[in-house]
């Protein structure tokens, strides 16, 4: 733990002193501000001390120092690089190092594309907006460590989102993330090759051990933040008596989350979409709560676990997720929801955000990633216009 340390000037401690000593000991300074330091006497006040105990008092000095020296140079590095990083410089911080400072938001990217689309982009740049004093972590499978990306990158979204303060992009390697995880034992057994839902059953994995180990909030990379979820222990009810995945929060070392991550491992069936995801928090959370259907915008709450409100995420449900791409008529203000989900796993048609389009998504995306509208869905607009010499 880093501890802060506070250090005042010779000035600041004379003017906490009384009138009737301030002249008494104005032409003692130098010894004052010594004696604040090292608790030691004034010289010329002190009796004599042999050599050797002379010499053992300037060896704690000088220890003192480099003690109080080495902590305030550890206190300038986080200071200056705690909320910014560029993917693999090694002077940089390690993700053990970022996620201990607790607290963090966590998104995964599972499969081996390198180049965040526009939907990714904006999950992580308003989270990074909603959450400042947070670091917003994205985890990528398909980045290694052999692999060198700058701000110089020509994947845009990497420039984008390197550029933020507090956003931190690391490779995603699960034998290490599933270290000291009942996870491990599964992890070390199947075979990818042969999973039928390899890329959504590796997350659902790697979300638990990494929320286990370290805390925070995990969010799917389909998920805008439109304002801080003040709980800290809870899980996403999708609709009544059934429990999303892809939005939950836990302190590190939870055992709610050390039980799913054991169910994991004992109800395995990677056959079954969801049977590793929002099936296994909502047969885990049933053991804990009798659940009931929500009245109104209330939430739920047993052991300590908040279960939020449908409306909390997913105010718009999966069958009508089609309407984050339409134009409405009155745009709906989410007076009650944190972040919305935009169900990209339905969008297999690939409906895309477009500059101009006045949609629901549109909006949104100018509202709480204006960056990223800027950048990915403006620029390349203008990049896809015809020009001029196109047009003779």
Not at 37 to 53: D, F, L, N, Q, V
Not at 62 to 81: A, H, K, Q, R
Not at 212 to 236: E, H
Request: glycine share 4%; net charge positive.
């Amino acid at each position: 733990m880093l501890q802060t340390v506070w250090v005042s000037s010779p000035g600041s401690w004379a003017l906490q002193e009384s009138n009737s000593h301030r002249q008494g000991k104005k032409r003692c300074w130098k010894c004052r501000f010594v004696r604040t330091i090292t608790r030691h006497p004034c010289r010329r006040h002190a009796p004599k001390r042999s050599r050797k105990e002379r010499m053992l008092r300037k060896i704690q000095i000088c220890l003192c120092f480099c003690f109080v020296s080495g902590i305030l140079y550890e206190i300038s590095l986080l200071s200056s690089s705690v909320f910014s990083y560029l993917p693999m410089a090694q002077h940089y911080l390690t993700p053990e190092q970022v996620l201990n400072l607790g607290k963090s938001i966590i998104f995964l990217e599972t499969t081996e594309r390198l180049e965040p689309p526009p939907l990714v982009s904006c999950s992580v740049e308003s989270a990074a907006r909603i959450y400042q004093d947070r670091p917003i972590i994205l985890f990528m499978r398909g980045l290694t460590n052999e692999t060198a990306l700058d701000m110089n990158t020509s994947y845009a979204a990497f420039s984008l989102l390197s550029s933020m303060k507090n956003v931190f992009i690391f490779p995603l390697q699960m034998e290490t993330v599933f270290q000291e995880t009942p996870l491990l034992q599964w992890y070390n057994k199947v075979v990818p090759e042969q999973e039928k839902n390899w890329v959504h059953v590796s997350s659902d994995a790697s979300r638990l051990a990494l929320i286990w180990k370290y805390g925070g909030i995990y969010m799917d990379t389909d998920v805008i933040s439109i304002r801080p979820i003040p709980q800290r222990s809870f899980l996403a009810a999708q609709k009544s008596r059934f429990s999303s995945n892809g939005i939950f929060g836990f302190p590190a070392r939870h055992k709610f989350v050390w039980d799913c991550m054991e169910n994991f491992v004992l109800k395995y069936n990677g056959n079954i979409w969801g049977n590793q995801g929002p099936f296994l928090m909502t047969r885990m959370l049933k053991t804990l709560c009798n659940l009931t259907d929500f009245q109104g915008t209330e939430d739920h709450s047993c052991q300590n676990i908040s279960f939020l409100n449908p409306q909390r995420f997913y105010p718009i449900p999966y069958p009508a997720w089609s309407r984050y791409y339409q134009v409405w008529d009155k745009s709906p203000s989410f007076n009650h929801s944190y972040a919305l989900h935009l169900w990209n796993f339905m969008n297999r048609n690939r409906k895309v955000v477009e500059a101009g389009s006045n949609t629901l998504a549109e909006k949104l995306y100018k509202t709480y990633c204006p960056t990223t509208y800027e950048d990915l869905i403006q620029n390349a607009k203008h990049r896809d216009l015809p020009s001029p010499e196109d047009n003779e």
